[in-house]
């Protein structure tokens, strides 16, 4: 059950006011982030870490700095283990088809193998002709032929790598934010190609985190289809969003003054409610019309 931790009249401009606030949130984002290490002990690549930089031949021309190439930026960095194999094929196709997405979000996006970038020209008249959609591969796809980047990102072990006569880096997604620290990391085998609409979802969570002081529940932003307020049944907050457990109460009162607190049996108030439209976007007109706009589909 939910209770209404206060009484507010939401209108568009208080909206406007809580999106030029969030960001100045004390105990938010930037708290939340200090529990994160910028670097590893051990020289392993862990979430919160700053990323290693590199230069690279890419399929766009030489990358002189990585930190330099998406200086400001959030970027995801997408691997795969070789040219020319089925399963990569598809996902640099179906990547292609979300690139004008992510580029409308501001993400760059860059990918990577071992295989020289020759290889990678070549393949990718393969991609867009597998592809049933009309595709333009729009990113750089990175030339790691001495595997320095892979071993520098955990994609490959140094110490194996050369023995192994296939050295496949593993497919790998890193989302990276603007201050270069690693925010999101998904490991898959060769057998199991990503799934591209999940990496969006990633992307768009973390995004809203970020500027927002807050956190998504799990299936977001398919979650809390109905909640109890007020001791009656409101699906007002499907699609809502928890503020950063860092938040203090007073900022949260301050910035968010009509969060619902969830009512548990331990009594502790850490289960905080913020509707969607509390952290972007307009005020709906429709449920449905609503998250598809803020959420892009």
Sequence with gaps: ALHTSHTFLFTPSLAKKIVTMCSEIPSGTQAYMSLYPEQSTDSSLRLGNVVPDFTAETTHGPMKSFHEWKKGKWAILFSHPADFTPVC?????????????????????????????KSHEEWLRDVVAHCENKIEIKFPIIGDADRKISVAYGMLDA??????????????????NPENKLMLSLNYPACVGRNMDEIVRCVKALKLSYGKSIATPANWPNNHETVLVDGKHSSDFKGSVFLLPTVSKEDADKHYPGYLTCDVP????????????????????????????ILGY
């Design 89 to 117: 094929t598809t996902e640099i196709g179906r990547l292609a088809l979300k690139y004008d997405q992510l580029a409308a979000m501001d993400v760059l996006v860059a990918t990577l193998s071992v295989d020289p970038v």
């Design 266 to 293: 331990s009594k502790q108030e850490y289960l905080r409610l913020v509707k969607a439209e509390e952290v972007g976007g307009d005020a709906p007109t429709e449920k449905k019309g609503f998250l598809q706009s």
């Design 159 to 176: 110490g194996t790598s050369d023995a192994q006569s296939l050295p496949l880096t593993i497919r790998c997604v890193f989302i990276i």
